[in-house]
């Protein structure tokens, strides 16, 4: 039986001699959620959803490697040689591998601070849910709860949507984390392949081919 894949928290290696933190070749980098979020919150309003929808695309372009670097090690350790198989769509299940993909990229946005990620297939695509977003959680704190802020999130899932398909996927925010201070944060995104079904339209990340 094959050991489990080490986890991306497992994996990722202080290396303070050049101060730095990786995962392999790829960098991370530690930065508080309200001194991001504030940059939004310093652009005058006609400028933030361009802006968010920039780190949104950018997480979603250089993002797609980590999602690849993912599926590869967990096909090492589990003997699989492609991580999609049924699509989420399908009546079928998640295969196996699919499977494995999302639970690893759960772990991982958690490592990283990104909040508690839950995947569910919903008959179009996949269903994630995410508590504690440090995004929306930010955004409260900085008086931005009048608008989707996640977009970091959606890119990070449109990656994974076209890892998972091969063809582009579109993600939606339905039900954004802009209550009041003191309701819980609750983010829920709608993964679809391109061409399906939206569902919802707020907060739509907007995918154009370099």
């Known amino acids: 039986m094959p050991s489990p894949a080490p986890s991306l928290a497992d994996r990722l290696r202080h290396d303070l001699e050049q101060g730095q933190i990786l995962d392999q070749d790829r960098r991370y980098l530690m930065l508080r ?3 991001l979020m504030g ?3 310093e652009l005058e309003p006609a400028a933030r959803a361009p802006a968010l929808r920039a780190l949104g695309s950018s997480v979603r372009r250089h993002g797609a490697g980590s999602v690849q670097a993912y599926a590869l090690l967990l096909a090492e350790h589990h ?8 699509p989420a769509w399908a009546a079928t299940a998640p295969s196996p591998a699919t ?4 639970g690893d990229m ?3 946005a ?43 999130i959606a890119g990070m ?3 994974l949507g076209q890892a998972l398909w091969s063809v582009p996927a579109d993600v939606n925010e339905c039900c954004a984390a802009q209550g009041p201070p003191g ?14 079904d939206r569902g919802c339209g707020t907060n739509h990340l907007e995918e154009t081919e370099p």
């Open 33 to 35: 959620a309200d001194v």
């Open 39 to 41: 940059l939004f919150a």
């Open 79 to 86: 003997g699989a040689s492609e991580v999609s198989a049924a």
């Open 99 to 102: 499977q494995a993909l999302l």
């Open 106 to 108: 759960a772990r991982a």
């Open 110 to 152: 958690a490592a990283l601070g990104w909040g508690v990620w839950e995947f569910e297939p919903d008959g179009q695509g996949l269903r994630l849910t995410v508590r504690n977003s440090p995004f929306a959680a930010a955004a409260r704190g900085l008086g931005l709860h009048g608008e989707p802020v996640c977009q970091a």
């Open 157 to 159: 899932a449109a990656a």
């Open 183 to 196: 309701e819980p944060l609750r983010c829920v995104f709608q993964l679809r392949p391109r061409g399906r």
